[in-house]
């Protein structure tokens, strides 16, 4: 298994994303060019919103490479139609980098989760102290093309087995981007798990394992 610190985020370079192309597509090129790079050829997905929706450009992209695809809340799938945009959470996002501050932060990533009640102040700290180690990642996250890539129509062409997991009750991307994914992906499956936020993976830990393992052993 390999984590990618995504082109901005965390000990990955900086980047701004200019006016002519968009995050994920910068996203989708990184992650090939890290994949030719170590001998990759094809590799299996799992990716988190803004992980989802490199994930799903990465399909559109180099549709050789992908094995399968594993998307929790994942952004991508188009304008919402029952949401107004921006949503709640990427206005706590946005709020969260133009201002970043602990109380900022709290607000964004309650926003997250169902139940905010495990966000201690230490924890707290450490996401703040985290975010503020790469101060140039705000800034050229601030000077960056806020643009979302328009592939909805070329959704559809992905072939690989996809499993689409989200929360029904997530305030960062809506569950309608995943059923709209399940509509336009012909071998695709959605699990929709009630009293849970944006971060599946995490409130709903246990089962989002058990799903991913099985998908990935028979499907």
Request: proline residues 4%.
């Amino acid at each position: 298994m390999i984590l990618i610190d995504q082109p901005g985020y965390g000990e990955s370079d900086t980047v701004v994303v200019p006016q002519d192309t968009t995050r994920q597509k910068v996203n989708s090129d990184a992650v090939k060019d890290l994949m030719d790079t170590l001998g990759i050829k094809k590799a299996s997905f799992v990716g988190n919103s803004m992980g989802g929706a490199t994930a799903l450009s990465f399909a559109v992209d180099y549709p050789d490479s992908v094995e399968k695809l594993i998307l929790m809340g994942s952004g991508g799938a188009g304008d919402f139609i029952f949401a107004p945009l921006p949503t709640e959470g990427i206005k706590l996002r946005d709020e969260s980098f133009r201002t970043p501050s602990a109380a900022s932060i709290r607000a964004f990533i309650e926003v997250m989760v169902y139940d905010a009640s495990f966000l201690t102040e230490e924890l707290l700290q450490q996401r703040f102290e985290s975010m503020m180690l790469k101060k140039e990642h705000i800034e050229n996250f601030l000077k960056s093309n806020f643009a979302p890539r328009d592939i909805a129509a070329q959704i559809k062409g992905i072939k690989a087995p996809t499993l689409l997991i989200h929360g029904r009750n997530d305030r960062v991307v809506p569950y309608e981007s995943s059923l709209r994914l399940l509509a336009s992906i012909a071998s695709s499956r959605l699990v929709i798990f009630n009293q849970c936020g944006h971060w599946t993976q995490y409130e709903k830990g246990a089962e989002f394992n058990r799903l991913v393992l099985d998908f990935m052993q028979n499907n």
